[in-house]
Nanobody, 124 residues
Framework: QVQLVESGGGLVQAGHSLRLSCAASGRTFSSYEMGWFRQAPGKEREFVAVIGRNTLSAYYADSVKGRFTISRDNAKNTVYLQMNSLKPEDTAVYYC?????????????????WGQGTQVTVSS
């Protein structure tokens, strides 16, 4: 069982930055691939980024590529999402998720555990 708790969301102006954190419980964090998803009002949950278990591999949605960076610290059981050059269309609830067996999984149903989400609002 893995419990995930996101933090770091807030209200920022367009062009500014935020860093989200997701703290995981348990001693097997390094065994899980970690992803970030987001969901805007009235829209389906969408993939944002994923990082492999070994921290060396990552994959991004086209909409955030070059602006967002996913990273993890296995010693701290934490995954991060650095978001730069934020746009109003990045406004959403951001969720972190963990999957045990995927390989840079981009589909939400491929994840086993989810956090409660953190709100990010970008004003124009």
């Amino acid at each position: 069982q893995v419990q995930l708790v996101e933090s770091g969301g807030g209200l920022v102006q367009a062009g500014h930055s935020l860093r989200l954190s997701c703290a995981a419980s348990g001693r097997t964090f390094s065994s899980y691939e970690m992803g970030w998803f987001r969901q805007a009002p009235g829209k389906e949950r969408e993939f944002v980024a994923v990082i492999g278990r070994n921290t060396l591999s990552a994959y991004y949605a086209d909409s955030v590529k070059g602006r967002f960076t996913i990273s993890r610290d296995n010693a701290k059981n934490t995954v991060y999402l650095q978001m730069n050059s934020l746009k109003p269309e990045d406004t959403a609830v951001y969720y972190c998720a963990a999957n045990r067996w995927g390989s840079l999984e981009v589909l939400a149903h491929g994840y086993d555990y989810w956090g409660q989400g953190t709100q990010v609002t970008v004003s124009s």
